[in-house]
């Protein structure tokens, strides 16, 4: 089994910001979205922000790209988008000014293992591929918990860590599509595929995310391999 390998915690630079905003992330985030307010409305409860608006925080949104997804999902949803990278929260604002969307998504920067918002604060919290950022896990997990209502959803899903090398090469080479004939965008391609492999090599198994949500009282059941590369994490709050 490969051991976890930490990247740098923070993206902040324009390069990784830009780099990572022209990755073609438009399926999986559908998906994500779609899957989020699946879980959102199981047990009898009622569509998220069909009844009355609701409230979700989005932690390490990057350059807002899913919170954009949800809002057209769901028409109810306003949503707090939460990240420590100054640049990726610009190009959020970039994207979140040009899709008309700046009444129902706002961007806040701050870090994931301490927010201001009070217990319960948020309907739902969502949050996609940051918790391999996190050095400690664990911290970030516990405020998404903290921040969620009583009775409401959290929903994260993550890269799993392969148990080799050479699938990690296989995943790279399967997921980041064709180099472009263009030479002048040979390097951000490169750029992209470095971030996916060391992002890959900096998540965590599903046994290990097992371990860390036990101390939160979150059962083993609410960790699912969910596709060949992501596990999930979907809990209703007690």
């Not at 998404?144 to 890269?159: A, N």
Request: charged share 20%.
């Amino acid at each position: 089994m490969m051991q976890r390998v930490l990247e740098v915690e923070v993206m902040d630079t324009a390069e990784e910001a830009r780099d990572y905003d022209a990755m073609d992330h438009s399926d999986v985030n559908r998906q994500f979205c779609a899957d989020f307010l699946a879980f959102a409305s199981s047990n009898g409860r009622s569509p998220l922000g069909r009844d009355t608006p609701a409230n979700v925080v989005d932690f390490g949104t990057g350059t807002a790209l899913i919170p954009l997804e949800l809002c057209k999902q769901a028409s109810g949803i306003r949503v707090t988008a939460l990240d420590l990278s100054a640049h990726m929260l610009a190009q959020a604002q970039v994207n979140i000014t040009r899709a008309g969307l700046g009444e129902r998504v706002t961007v806040q920067r701050v870090d994931a293992k301490g927010t201001p918002f009070a217990n319960g604060t948020f309907h739902a919290t969502m949050s996609n591929s940051i918790i391999h950022h996190i050095p400690t896990p664990s911290d970030g997990l516990a405020e998404m918990l903290r921040v969620t209502s009583k009775g409401g959803s959290l929903f994260v899903r993550d890269l799993c860590r392969p148990e080799t090398e050479g699938e990690v090469a296989r995943l790279v080479a399967l997921y980041s599509g064709v180099a472009p004939s263009d030479p002048t965008r040979r390097a951000s391609f490169e750029h992209q595929r470095e971030l996916f492999r060391a992002s890959l090599c900096a998540a965590l198994t599903v046994p290990e995310l097992v371990a860390l949500v036990a101390s939160l009282g979150i059962p083993s059941s609410a960790c699912q391999m969910t596709s060949d590369r992501h596990w999930t994490l979907a809990y209703e709050k007690p």
